[in-house]
């Protein structure tokens, strides 16, 4: 081999390992699950035992009216929480972006409850749920009111609460980035004009913040139709399917359903609508990218 194949060669070489660790740990699991979903599979079974079935369970479950409330409960969770948590991030990075003594601390606190892990998030919220000693309901009877089942009567938002208190934090993070990475000439420039607080964050600080904040938005979207583990030890996906969404369905369709093929037809539906999820991320980023790349000849005219 001569040396210039051998430098062709070699950005490939470097790339090969890498290469190889995506192949086996996530294309093969994924080919393999989307050919599970074509057959009848049990897990008692080797998949290369199974019954080849086509669309059977994709056409079943789109029959299926558990899988339905379970799809409808998954948008309304992932869209609600994510809506709060949108609100609540940004406006505490607008709060908290001045330099105040102990500001550093206060916002080390804010972002705790994002480090701990969902597990213990369930364990936590469910004791402070608890219908008899729980903390929710002695505030409530300390200023005496009546006790609330929450996780009887109010499940979803039970769960609702418990996620946007660990995953505020994530939004008030990248907000925060986004506030600091602003142009000051831009601020500067409207006080001098006379804008107000409220016109400068309105304005300037919101458009300016955009691009960030629906990237931000979309990965947490993503990530909201994963929730598993909060809801398993909160609620448990109960009462009922109130709160089972479409990633705990597919568990208990596999673990206690014993239909592997189902669940992995669930699972493709899941995907592809986190794919399509995905691929509007990277649109909007190749469209904020294009734009600005028309806009900064206009700009460099004006200057």
């Keep these: ?75 309304v969770f992932a869209f609600t929480v994510v809506s709060v948590e949108m609100v609540l991030g940004v406006g505490l990075a607008l709060l908290l972006d001045r330099n105040i003594r102990g500001m550093s601390v206060l916002r080390t606190l804010f972002i705790l409850p994002m480090m701990i892990a969902p597990v213990v998030v369930g364990l936590v919220w469910r004791y402070m749920f608890h219908a008899t000693y729980g903390t929710f309901n002695r505030f409530l009877e300390s200023i005496g009111l009546p006790r609330v089942d929450w996780l009887g009567q109010n499940p979803l938002l039970s769960v609702i609460i418990a996620d946007t208190w660990q995953w505020t934090p994530f939004i008030f993070i990248l907000s925060l980035a986004a506030l600091q990475s602003l142009p000051r000439s831009a601020l500067e420039a409207a006080r001098i004009d006379g804008a107000t607080a409220w016109q400068q964050i309105w304005f300037i600080k919101l458009p300016l913040m955009m691009p960030v904040l ?39 369709t596999a673990r206690e359903f014993r239909e592997l093929g189902e669940a992995a037809a669930m699972s493709n539906y899941l995907l592809m609508l986190l794919m399509l999820l995905t691929l509007g991320m990277f649109a909007f980023t190749r469209w904020q990218d294009a734009r600005a790349q028309r806009l900064r000849p206009a700009a460099e005219e004006e200057e």
Aim: hydrophobic share 55%; proline share 4%; aromatic share 12%.
């Design 1 to 75: 081999m001569t040396r210039h194949s051998l430098n062709r060669m070699t950005p490939y070489m470097f790339i090969a390992p890498a290469a190889l660790v995506m192949i086996l740990a996530l294309f093969y699991p994924i080919a393999y699950m989307v050919w599970g979903s074509f057959r009848d599979w049990d897990p008692s079974q080797s998949l290369s035992e199974t019954e080849f079935v086509g669309l059977a369970n994709y056409i079943k479950l789109l029959g299926d009216a558990a899988f339905h409330e379970s799809f409808r409960v998954t948008l």
């Design 214 to 252: 629906i990237v931000t938005m979309l990965l947490r979207l993503i990530d909201a139709f994963k929730v598993l583990e909060v809801i398993l030890v909160l609620t448990g996906g109960g009462p009922g399917l109130s709160t089972e969404i479409l990633a705990l369905r597919i568990a208990r």
